[in-house]
């Protein structure tokens, strides 16, 4: 009896030292933040049924992850080629630099922060819907 109450407690203090914050990658699948920057508004999108994110800075892009527990690791992405304000522009370009150094992401309370190796993040804010979403409200002219 002894050793049923010892290992009952001992299941209990293994599961209370647990982070019940553990991240999981599932936890991102179809969810949609934005990260509103000095220069430009990023957004940042996670397919929900497969490995893939996309979004917009200046550009629309669209790329690859891989998760496991709170480690991320993004592919080089593709985007496509438009012109936008400098400022805007450098912004693209340094975020398009940093995805591929991020090594852990944590989400907490809406929040995601993304962390690279070298110790710089970038943090954004969930949003319910895609912001990328157009709705197109088609209006019927009748003439008699």
């Known amino acids: 009896m002894k050793f049923k109450l010892f290992a009952i407690g001992a ?17 991102l699948k179809g969810k949609h933040f934005v990260a509103n920057q000095p220069d430009a508004t990023i957004v940042l999108s996670f397919a929900p049924d ?22 991320i690791k993004f592919d080089g992405f593709a985007s496509t080629m438009m012109m936008g304000e400098p400022n805007a522009m450098a912004a693209e370009t340094e975020y398009f630099q940093f995805m591929p150094t991020v090594e852990t992401y944590e989400l907490r309370d809406g929040i995601l922060t993304l962390t690279a190796s070298d110790g710089k993040e970038i943090v954004f804010t969930m949003v319910e819907t895609d912001p990328l979403a157009t709705t197109e409200t088609v209006s019927e002219t009748v003439t008699e």
């Open 11 to 27: 299941c209990a203090m293994a599961l209370a030292a647990c982070d019940m914050n553990t991240q999981s990658p599932d936890m």
């Open 50 to 71: 497969e490995m893939r994110v996309n979004g917009k800075v200046v550009n629309l892009y669209n790329g690859g992850y891989t998760a496991d527990g709170n480690n």
